[in-house]
């Protein structure tokens, strides 16, 4: 019942300064979609409209949120995970195919990407086990195989859709939650020898279009104007930017429509073409204050259960920027991994709001927690 108990006290410890560096990117994000979408026809619904809807809606689930203790979600982990499974078993078998993937439930004016939800679901219930299974010692890999089952049944059911860049996050999750919490030596020398040699297999296993772009990012220019189009368009466009960028609405790569997927995936092109190197290095900074705070959060929460959930979120975060903006600048393989808060989408906005939603329900309960 402690758990459920409202205590007002959590009002004093709400961390403003988390929310107003989030608000601050989406406001970015909501800019640079209005730019992409600038010399749309007429008649279509603004998609920077869209984001806003999204971007409401995910802060009304964040506060939501925000007021339960955390523990009492973590106790319903299993639950949610289960729940979560079978949403990617009905993408499977009704959902509808998009950009030549399956990846969305419903219709319409509304869709729900169940894989992007899987990315927080798998957080909270790592969190979950290895909070029911604390351990004094490094785990060995034997006391690591429930939790990989966990990641590795979502993993080959979102790579089925295809969607690899989600289901690489999965793993990524995974690993950085088990570094962060102690892993024995010799099981990670053997762990590491495991993916070697699963990576021939995996290769076997990968699209196409994925292998293409694979091969791509060794060398863009082998085929410009198929796989080596999205990277060679996308340097261009940050390349284009220089210093301090061509100003708003005045990026020609964008507004000639050069660059592909440019409200997604190379949301971070447009915004670098307009506003430069001296643009895209505050983002970064801004992106950078989100980590370091939420790292911070994660030093500071009172028990393990908050610990790892905080910095599971700030790592899922962090992970995201990195390989999208590397992917954008040609240092990566264009695996289609939104950028946080900035990127167009529904799904991966409600699950971030909630993620941040949590982090706040960390950072403020650490002053209030009951024993």
């Not at 167009?344 to 939603?357: D, E, K, P, T, V």
Request: glycine residues 10%; hydrophobic residues 55%; aromatic residues 14%.
């Amino acid at each position: 019942m402690i758990f459920l108990k409202f205590d007002r006290r959590i009002f004093q410890h709400f961390d403003w300064t988390l929310l107003a560096l989030v608000l601050s990117v989406c406001v970015i994000g909501i800019l640079n979609i209005y730019s992409t979408g600038f010399s749309a026809s007429e008649g279509q619904f603004p998609l920077y409209l869209k984001q806003i809807q999204w971007i409401a809606l995910g802060l009304i689930f964040m506060m939501i949120i925000f007021f339960i203790d955390y523990r009492v979600i973590i106790q319903g982990a299993y639950v949610i995970y289960g729940i979560s499974i079978a949403l990617l078993v009905f993408v499977y078998l009704f959902g509808y195919a998009a950009h030549g993937s399956q990846r969305w439930l419903g219709g319409g004016g509304f869709a729900l990407q169940p894989s992007e939800l899987m990315k927080l679901v798998i957080i909270i219930t790592l969190a979950r086990y290895f909070d029911d299974h604390k351990s004094n010692e490094p785990y060995k890999l034997k006391e690591l195989f429930v939790p990989f089952l966990i990641v590795f049944v979502p993993f080959l059911m979102i790579l089925k859709q295809p969607d690899l860049g989600t289901a690489l996050i999965l793993i990524i999750i995974f690993i950085s939650i088990v570094f962060f919490i102690g892993v024995d030596w010799k099981s990670l020398i053997i762990a590491l020898a495991g993916v070697l040699i699963l990576i021939p297999i995996g290769w076997h296993f990968l699209k196409d279009y994925q292998k293409d772009r694979l091969i791509t990012f060794l060398n863009p220019e082998n085929d410009p104007l198929g796989a080596g189009y999205h990277i060679i368009q996308s340097m261009i466009a940050v390349g284009s930017g220089e210093i301090f960028g061509k100003g708003f609405l005045s990026g020609s790569q964008t507004q000639l429509k050069f660059l592909p997927e440019q409200q997604t995936d190379f949301v971070f092109s447009v915004f670098a073409e307009e506003w430069g190197f001296v643009g895209g290095l505050i983002l970064i900074i801004m992106f950078m204050a989100i980590i370091f705070w939420g790292i911070k959060i994660a030093l500071q929460a009172r028990d393990l259960l908050g610990t790892i959930i905080a910095f599971g979120i700030t790592a899922l975060i962090s992970w995201e920027v990195f390989i999208n903006i590397g992917m954008v600048l040609g240092i990566l393989p264009v695996v289609g991994i939104p950028l946080p808060f900035l990127s167009y989408g529904g799904s991966a906005m409600l699950s971030l709001m909630a993620a941040i939603g949590i982090l706040m329900n960390v950072s403020a309960r650490r002053f209030i927690l009951q024993r």
